[in-house]
C-alpha cells in the first residue's frame, strides 16, 4: 500500500462505526467513510471536541453540524496552501491521500533534466497540478466544474504559484481529449482522477466502469514518445488495483514499455496506528 505520511497539517485521528476523525490544520471534523466498517470505542479526545460534524441522512446525502467552524480556512502540504471548505456532500476541497501520488510524480518531474508538459485531467482543486507546477512542470489543468477551476485557481496564487505555467480549462475531459488528439499535442506526463458517475458541462454522462478503458486508450495518444509518467486514481470499489495495472499495461505499456505498479492507497491512523484503505492508483513509468 501507498502510504500519504508526510502530511503536518492534516491527520486522521480515529475510525469506528462508519466515520473518521480528522484534524485539518486546527480544526476537527467527523466524517463518514464506507470503509470503516468496524465499529472501536472512542477512545481519542477529539471525538469530543470536534469543531463539524458531517451526518449522512438514510434517504441519502446528509448534512454539517458545526460547532465553531470558520468558512474557510487554509492548510499546508510541503510548499504548498489549499483553501478548504466544508460541502453540502460531504468534503472539503481536498483529498490528502493523494499526496502520496503527488510526492511520486513530483520526483520524476525534478529528475527529469528537461522541460516536462503534464495533463491534469478531472483535476478539483489543483493538488495534482500544483504539484506538478512547483516540482517544475508545465500543466494543463482540465476539469468541468468553473467552480472547482476557479477553487485551484485561488490554490495556486495561496501557494506562490500564480504565475507558473498552468494552463486552466474548464472542459468535459473527453471532449478535450479528443480535440488534443486533432491538434497533435502531446504530455509528458498524464494524471487522471475519475469520478464515479459524473456529468460534463453540457450534460456529458460519465460512468466509470462503462468509460474509464475506452477513455485510457483515448488518452493514450496523447504521451509524448518520451513520456514519463502516466497515472490514474480510483475510489470504486469495483476497481482494484490488478484492474488498474491490466489497463496501463494493455494500453500505455502497449506503446511504450516501461512499467506499471498498482496498489491501494492509505492514511495513517493516529489512535491505532494501522492504515485507511482509501482507494487505489495505477502507476506507470518509463524505463530508465
Not at 470503516?36 to 446525502?61: D, E, L, Q
Request: proline content about 5%; glycine content about 10%.
Amino acid at each position: 500500500m501507498w502510504i500519504a505520511d508526510n502530511w503536518k497539517d492534516y491527520e486522521v485521528l480515529d475510525t469506528s462505526n462508519g466515520e473518521k476523525l480528522e484534524r485539518w490544520g486546527d480544526y476537527i471534523l467527523v466524517r463518514p467513510d464506507p470503509q470503516v466498517i468496524w465499529n472501536t470505542p472512542h477512545t481519542h479526545k477529539g471525538w469530543k471536541r470536534k469543531n463539524g460534524h458531517y451526518h449522512r441522512s438514510a434517504k441519502g446525502g446528509g448534512e454539517w453540524e458545526f460547532f465553531n467552524l470558520p468558512n474557510e480556512w487554509t492548510i499546508n502540504y510541503r510548499e504548498l496552501t489549499f483553501h478548504l471548505k466544508p460541502f453540502s456532500f460531504k468534503h472539503t476541497g481536498l483529498f490528502p491521500e493523494q499526496a502520496t501520488n503527488w510526492d511520486w510524480f513530483s520526483d520524476i518531474i525534478r529528475k527529469a533534466g528537461r522541460p516536462v508538459k503534464v495533463l491534469n485531467l478531472f483535476a478539483y482543486t489543483g493538488g495534482a497540478t500544483l504539484s506538478a507546477a512547483a516540482a517544475g512542470a508545465s500543466v494543463t489543468h482540465v476539469d468541468a466544474s468553473k467552480g472547482m477551476v476557479g477553487w485551484a485557481k485561488e490554490n495556486a496564487v495561496s501557494s506562490g504559484l500564480g504565475d507558473t505555467p498552468i494552463r486552466w480549462l474548464v472542459d468535459d475531459c473527453v471532449k478535450f481529449v479528443e480535440r488534443e488528439i486533432r491538434r497533435g499535442n502531446k504530455y509528458d506526463g498524464i494524471i487522471m482522477d475519475p469520478p464515479s458517475y459524473g456529468r460534463g458541462p453540457k450534460g456529458e454522462v460519465w460512468k466509470i466502469e462503462e468509460s474509464i478503458w475506452p477513455f485510457i486508450e483515448l488518452t493514450t495518444q496523447l504521451l509524448s514518445d518520451d513520456a514519463l509518467f502516466f497515472l490514474i486514481n480510483s475510489y470504486t470499489t469495483g476497481l482494484q488495483p490488478a484492474v488498474l495495472n491490466y489497463m496501463i499495461s494493455s494500453s500505455v505499456c502497449k506503446r511504450l514499455g516501461g512499467y506499471v505498479e498498482a496498489s491501494e492507497i492509505g492514511l495513517p491512523v493516529t489512535e491505532s496506528g494501522l492504515v485507511l484503505p482509501c482507494g487505489a492508483s495505477g502507476r506507470w513509468q518509463k524505463s530508465f
